[in-house]
C-alpha cells in the first residue's frame, strides 16, 4: 500500500445540504486533488492502469479528485479524504488474476448423464399411454 500523501493538494469549500450557521459560514468540505501523471510513487505501467480503472474520476487535466464533507471540520475531512484516495488508488493496482480455463473429469460427466437418464426415465414413466 503507497502512501503518496505528499503529492496530494487540496481544495476547501462550503458544504452543501441542511447544518445551520456552521455549513452556511465555514468552509469544511474538503477536495482532494492528485496529478496522476506527475506522480514519483507509481511506474508508468501503473498510471496506465490507474487511469483505465478511474477514467470516470479522472478530469481531462488528468487529476483525480475527490470531494469529502462528512465531518464538521475540515481537518476530518481532510484525513478522510486522504485515506478514501489513497484506498481508491489501491484497490485500482489491483491486477485479478487470469481464470485457467479446466474441463470437467469423466466421472463428472459420467454422473451428468447419468443424471439426465434417471430424469428422462422419470419423466418416461408419468406419460399416458393410449395403447395399454
Not at 6 to 24: I, M, W
Not at 71 to 95: D, G, H, P
Request: aromatic fraction near 6%; charged fraction near 35%.
Amino acid at each position: 500500500m503507497k502512501d503518496f500523501s505528499r503529492e496530494l493538494n487540496f481544495k476547501t469549500s462550503r458544504s452543501s445540504g441542511a447544518g445551520g450557521q456552521n455549513v452556511n459560514k465555514v468552509e469544511t468540505a474538503v477536495t482532494v486533488l492528485w496529478k496522476v501523471d506527475d506522480s514519483e510513487f507509481f511506474y508508468d505501467s501503473q498510471k496506465v492502469l490507474i487511469h483505465n480503472k478511474l477514467k470516470n474520476r479522472i478530469n481531462a487535466e488528468g487529476f483525480l479528485f475527490l470531494t469529502v464533507s462528512e465531518s464538521r471540520t475540515q481537518l476530518m475531512n481532510k484525513n478522510k479524504a486522504i485515506e478514501k484516495i489513497i484506498e481508491i488508488v489501491n484497490k485500482a493496482l489491483i491486477v485479478p488474476k487470469k481464470r485457467v480455463a479446466t474441463k470437467p473429469s469423466k466421472g463428472q460427466k459420467q454422473k451428468r448423464l447419468d443424471t439426465k437418464k434417471k430424469i428422462s426415465d422419470k419423466k418416461e414413466n408419468r406419460r399416458f399411454r393410449l395403447g395399454d
